[in-house]
């Protein structure tokens, strides 16, 4: 069994949160306008965060079991804060359990999951990140990289991140992130189907311009040289026509 299943996730979502933000109608335009950029409106998509990078743990350390232990003390107070809403004071508990216990995938995803209901989502990938590195099958650690993508309107990353977690470990949550941006990464998905349509068909346009003026060039040097041969040919007649019997 997945390690991370071993105990559920307290730390819910926050009610009440704005909803991500929903693409705008494109503009309608010809097949020969220039390419039209998918636009998005900002509702539910927070303003970056860029706080100094939080403290990490050295992986090189040699972990004791009572350090272990240590950490996971921290740890169960870290998930009491955050289930009473004090998220800050659930943050310095999970950075104390991963200093002691910096090998832990899970911890990072945890605290990961901290920084997300704080609207921290550079945080919360740089810790996502790391747990993804210790344990590239830590389900926690895509599926809240996934929500602090949404949170940056990184669609198809979040749901890039959100089908990897729900292919590890299926979870509910994940899933119906999942399916809350579909329709928006169908749309990006479509938008650039169509411009990469678009492209072809002025490639091939420029393709057949290029061979026509290649063919109206070639046309002209033809002629040209045929009036110039001609010419040549009726000055060596009249030359000839005046020379003495």
């Not at 200093?99 to 945080?123: D, E, I």
């Not at 890039?160 to 977690?165: H, P, W």
């Not at 420029?206 to 070639?218: G, I, N, Q, V, Y």
């Amino acid at each position: 069994p997945n390690p991370e299943t071993q105990e559920p996730d307290s730390m819910e979502s926050e009610p009440n949160k704005p909803e991500p933000s929903v693409p705008k109608d494109e503009p309608m335009d010809s097949e020969d306008s220039p390419e039209s950029e998918l636009e998005f409106d900002t509702e539910g998509v927070v303003t970056p965060d860029d706080d100094p990078p939080q403290q990490m743990g050295d992986p090189s350390i040699e972990v004791t079991d009572e350090m272990m232990e240590t950490a996971q003390e921290e740890r169960s107070q870290a998930m009491m804060a955050a289930a009473d809403g004090e998220l800050e004071q659930a943050l310095e508990h999970f950075t104390k359990a991963i200093l002691l216990n910096p090998k832990s995938a899970l911890l990072y995803a945890k605290r990961g999951s901290a920084y997300v209901k704080l609207q921290k989502p550079n945080a919360a990938i740089r810790d996502c990140n790391e747990a993804v590195k210790l344990n590239p099958d830590s389900a926690q650690g895509y599926k809240w990289r996934g929500k602090a993508h949404i949170l940056l309107g990184h669609w198809e990353e979040a749901s890039k991140d959100l089908q990897t977690a729900c292919k590890l470990d299926y979870d509910d949550e994940a899933n119906a992130m999942l399916k809350e941006i579909k329709a928006k990464t169908e749309r990006i998905r479509e938008h650039r189907l169509k411009q990469e349509r678009k492209k072809r068909e002025r490639d091939i346009k420029e393709r057949r311009k290029s061979l026509r003026e290649a063919r109206e060039r070639e046309m002209r040097e033809r002629e040209q040289r045929e009036k110039e041969e001609a010419e040549m040919r009726q000055r060596m007649r009249g030359g000839m026509g005046g020379m003495p019997g």
